[in-house]
């Protein structure tokens, strides 16, 4: 068996993928799978009894959102009984940042990758401070998520109907032209979606008060976009998913206790163990003690080749999650040691241009003890209190192994 | 005297000039000393005669637009008659990209820098192909200049008036640390431009078509900040004139024919010599052959330390221009030998944050023979072909030499 030939159409899949934001609609009138007692949640499956603080608060904000509990405690109960169905993001083709929590109700993003003809989906991002993804759950939580599905996301629903779609992997291009990594800076991104969906919303009967709020708040959050290229990034992975006899890594994933993976030629399998603490830069008042242990599907950016993958495009994120220009450089060039391509659409001004590090090897992995940078928000331990930090994490070594092991047994080599 | 102490004061001033958006309203109405029958133009002083292809389209084109002409050859005719005035931008607080010609009724920013007091001006970026800056006059021309005119800048003028203005240096700090450099890219710049300016739009009782028409207008060109971001510069190069014995260049500026420099201790007086032709990148189908020697007031960037001397900044630049990465660095290191500070709001990060090169000493290009590096669009040598390149272009040593010769004159040394 050839791996490395398997690997290389695994990855000229995962670099194919042409994502297109086509639409907006509910989660349980698109999501595969879908239903009104089921919560989607980031990273590999989990239960009640061993999520973290942020992913427990998220889950009773979106049961309060629901109206399936009335308060904190009801919805800890019904959590806790085995009434609500959990669920990966990832196994309903669906990525969320942070505790990523989708209920049916909530408004997502739909991707469609032209080239393979899979769709993708992702939530919509809420900005910062007090918000679901961090497990916060008060009522200016709910009303603002009230606020997003039921007025912003129609608006984008309508426009984006009218509308070609907006090119994912394009937009992404050029943001690494523009000081974005795709992962923890999204400044740029977000702001050519923003270019994009201006005059499509400027062109609805809406009042403009209203236009006015979805155009300060999509433009105001400089991860708007974040959102949009997670669910362009799982359909990336999800197009080099299910190659007989690759080691490309398709998913990476954290619920907030577990780092997992996913292998292309290991069908759905997760290989998991307990999430590292990211190592970073802290807000003010917050330190080390504060964080939780990583969280969130947008891992899915390095499993696709940027993040902390394409930090070398990115020099001015180290002000935000520690180290020199320089580090960033590095970062991109230890990851060329553990990929098996070059991204042909993605590539790195500061590098002469050369494209990411992109398709992680299991194998190269485990060979040189390498494993692969994260670049990531740090979220508080506790339910709701918020994001404390960003910074760098790496997923631990045993899972790679695990899974060059499971690759051993499942291939008789 | 103490020519680096002066120097250190002009700089200071550059440096902690203000510079903020706070309106748009009509040349005539807002520039000083603007008249019916006068006619800004890009560089320093020229008539008629000496004028080259582009600045003499963009005469014919003014002449038109104000009606004081009903077509080419009798604007020439008016032109050449003296029945016009022709005055530099500079000489009116105001400056303008490549033509730069500015009548009376044309819509203009108007820029206050708020630590100083002064205010500057430029008029309002015309986007790409057929424009009066690269001096073409069709009806396409005068249309888009009307709708501009009469539809965009009461919008703008509106919505800004409900707001705190804009601030332009904050803005540049941010686009220097999202891959522009401030002058031949400004893609970051325009996008943040548009973030501001869309929930204003938004908010107006426009028709959604119109409201649409200005979002995409000023949301796909990413050149629609260069016109407030060079009156910005302006401001700042204002702050520091007039520094009794300093050698700080305050402005350089081209008019296709000559390039001019102003100096901070020497007055309103040009030291002018024929411009040179930028060395760069051509569209497809043209070449160096086609193009206009250097023309515009967009050098005013590199006089307040961005432009070029934060091409270190823009890696990506090089695509546009020609060269490598590496040469973009090396563009920035040059220029610090030729200037007295670093920046304290603009950094570059790659090379870890420092200030960018700032305040240009006449003294130090007439000994080191180093003279400025611009970043510049190339324009055809006919009137109103457009723009048929971009490339780097230096200033002639010479009105250096002049400068520093009246300098020694001046104050007797």
Do not use: C, K
């Given at each position: 068996m050839d791996v490395s030939l398997a690997n290389a159409t695994a990855v000229a899949r995962m670099i194919a993928s042409r994502p297109v934001l086509t639409g907006v609609a509910r989660a349980g009138e698109s999501i595969p799978g879908m239903h009104d007692r089921l919560l989607l949640h980031a990273g590999p499956p989990i239960e009640w009894d061993r999520m973290s603080g942020p992913l427990r608060g998220a889950v009773i904000g979106a049961l309060l959102y629901e109206e399936i509990a009335s308060d904190e405690e009801e919805a800890a109960g019904i959590a806790a009984s085995g009434a609500i169905e959990f669920a990966p993001c990832h196994d309903h083709s669906a990525v969320g940042p942070m505790a990523g929590v989708i209920s049916s109700s909530m408004a997502v993003y739909v991707i469609e990758d032209l080239k393979h003809g899979h769709r993708t989906y992702s939530n919509l991002n809420e900005g910062y401070g007090k918000v679901l993804r961090y497990g916060a759950y008060g009522p200016e939580v709910l009303d603002r998520l009230r606020w997003m599905n039921e007025a912003m996301a129609p608006a984008l629903a309508e426009g984006l109907a009218g509308s070609g779609g907006i090119d994912i992997r394009a937009l992404l291009s050029e943001a690494l032209h523009m000081g974005d990594e795709g992962h923890n800076r999204n400044k740029a991104g977000s702001l050519l979606f923003l270019k994009l969906l201006a005059p499509m919303v400027a062109s609805l009967e809406l009042v403009p008060a209203e236009a006015t709020k979805i155009l300060a708040f999509i433009g105001d959050n400089a991860l708007s976009v974040l959102n949009p290229v997670m669910a362009a990034c799982k359909a990336m992975g999800d197009a080099a998913h299910g190659v007989d006899g690759s080691t490309v890594v398709t998913a990476m994933a954290r619920n907030g206790t577990d780092f997992g993976i996913r292998v292309s030629g290991l069908a759905d399998r997760w290989f998991t163990a307990p999430a590292g603490t990211p190592d970073g830069l802290y807000f003010a008042g917050f330190s080390s003690a504060d964080a939780n242990p990583d969280?969130?599907?947008?891992?899915?950016?390095?499993?696709?080749?940027?993040?902390?993958?394409?930090?070398?495009?990115?020099?001015?994120?180290?002000?935000?999650?520690?180290?020199?220009?320089?580090?960033?450089?590095?970062?991109?060039?230890?990851?060329?040691?553990?990929?098996?391509?070059?991204?042909?659409?993605?590539?790195?001004?500061?590098?002469?241009?050369?494209?990411?590090?992109?398709?992680?090897?299991?194998?190269?992995?485990?060979?040189?003890?390498?494993?692969?940078?994260?670049?990531?928000?740090?979220?508080?331990?506790?339910?709701?209190?918020?994001?404390?930090?960003?910074?760098?994490?790496?997923?631990?070594?045993?899972?790679?192994?695990?899974?060059?092991?499971?690759?051993a047994e499942r291939y008789g080599i």
């Open positions: 969280i969130g599907d947008s891992t899915i950016t390095e499993t696709a080749g940027i993040g902390a993958f394409a930090m070398a495009a990115a020099p001015a994120i180290v002000s935000f999650v520690s180290g020199t220009p320089r580090d960033a450089i590095n970062a991109t060039l230890e990851m060329y040691e553990i990929t098996v391509a070059e991204h042909e659409h993605f590539t790195i001004p500061t590098l002469d241009f050369r494209g990411t590090p992109t398709g992680i090897d299991v194998r190269s992995v485990v060979e040189l003890g390498v494993t692969p940078r994260v670049n990531t928000g740090i979220a508080h331990r506790e339910a709701g209190v918020g994001q404390v930090g960003a910074g760098l994490v790496r997923p631990p070594l045993e899972i790679f192994e695990q899974a060059l092991l499971a690759f």
